[in-house]
């Protein structure tokens, strides 16, 4: 055998290893810097404060495929409300009533706001702060403010994330959270953060991060603010007469709710409706063949908290769960339901003992997990749309391993 190289490879000093070049340009990057310096400054941030924060910041330029990318597919209602409301959460959305129910009583007193709404925000937004999101805000908007689209609404957070840091109301390590810059257990956008947090705990700090009763109290001062009217309902479930005019439904379609009834709508549970003027609107979330809502102004309030009538529907969803209340009367129109979160686990396991490279189970689908569904579903002969479903979940039970049949992780 030839030791040369061996031999060459003891004596020799290894190669220094070149580091790749930077994926953005340096100088344009740092005249970025000195722009946002000065109108930092003009907005009220100290120099030292946003030299020691953003200088040394280095672009993190994966935020700018969040900010352009298109989703692969929009998810349906059924799976959304799927993974958010499932027993597990309601559980757990219980448990924390239980745990901070002298909070929440205040909270209601001062704001008046049921604890129900308020904690289905918490769980919505962070699961109760366990994924509340772990990327540097002054990374992520110091990135957006120099590069991307959107750059002048970018620049507000991260002056206002300055300004958060500025006045001792949380430290810089600890403003991590969604690549857009919302943090906390209830997820406030730093702009938003500076206008509605209030310190619930009386420690001359408002924090969303480590202060439980200051994130519950900013939310319902959220819901406070965009007119939520205490005692009122959300909304609620109701059936459609055969043949109604569909054309007057949409959220923003608002009309008295003597309209409705006029026209057949009751309940879903079958009781009449009051008809009274009280503005309303009907919401068809899946078509006339899914579960059709009368929501009123404070479906409009939990709406404007992400504009988003899937966000605000499975919120509103919780909080009706957390009081006891079942599930939707009508079925959604579709043969093949979405998974909770402990099924999208066992699912994940499944892929993983089928010895697909998909990362940690987290109950998260993924774009490595759906790549691995698409390669089972042609594999099963099914449609290859990456899509988690229990038609897919069932096939793979099946066809299983024996020792992976029913496995599931917590």
Known sequence: MDMLPTLLALVLPAAPQMAAPPDYDVSEFNRCLDVLERKATGAGVNEALFDLNVRSVEPDTSVLRLLDAQPEFKTPIWDYLAGLVDEERVADGKAMLAQHAATLARVQQQ?????????????VESDFGRTS???????????LSCMGRRQEFFRGELFSTLRIIQSGDVAADKLVGSWAGAFGHTQFMPSTFRRIAVDFD????????GSIPD??????????RSGWRSGEPWGYEVRLPAGFDL??????????????TGRGIRRADGTAIDATSTPSALLLPAGS????????????AIYSYNAAESYALAIAHLSDRLRGQGGFVQDWPTDDPGLSRSERRELQTLLLQRGHAIGEVDGIIGSNSRAAIRLEQQR???????????RLLQALRADAPAEATGATIR
């Not at 054309?247 to 409705?260: I, K, M």
């Open 380 to 390: 099963l002969g099914l449609a290859s749309d990456g899509r988690a479903s229990q």
């Open 111 to 123: 704001y008046g706001v049921d604890p129900a709404t308020v904690v289905a925000v918490w769980g």
């Open 247 to 260: 054309s007057v439904s949409g959220r923003t379609e608002r009309r008295p709710l003597s309209y409705w």
């Open 289 to 300: 063949a899914g579960p059709a809502f009368l929501v009123f102004k404070n479906f409009d």
């Open 202 to 209: 009386g420690d001359g700090r408002r924090d969303l991060v």
């Open 215 to 224: 994130a519950l109290a900013s939310t319902a001062n959220y819901l406070e």
């Open 133 to 143: 999101g772990s990327r540097p805000l002054l990374q992520s908007l110091t990135t």
